[in-house]
């Protein structure tokens, strides 16, 4: 079992290959710039995707990190968001997933709190 994250753009241009993995977009907006018959995925999972609040107070810089992924992680363990969470586990416990996300910054994105997370309930 496994759980990477890869930006969606590094999956479009070949930069990173999933190979059997299971690929799950996990952003609630399409990515700016692919078109979608140009990404090979398996899910697109926008209940697991940060609220648009959350997600633009942390892009407008009224959130650090820290503070984003503690309150990610409380959407995350709402009942809309549980069920496709678990989905998420049973994938990764099958076999290898892929969280892919369209974010620039590769440390401080959303899919690698979504990883914690479903690794976490893996155990």
Known sequence: MSVSCVRVHDLVSGRADPGDAYVVLVDRLWPRGVRKDAFRHDEWCTDVAPSTELRREFHGGD???????ERYRAELARPSAAGAVERLVARATDGDLVLAYASRDTEHTHAAVLADVVLASAD
């Open 63 to 69: 959130l650090d990190f820290a503070d984003f992924a």
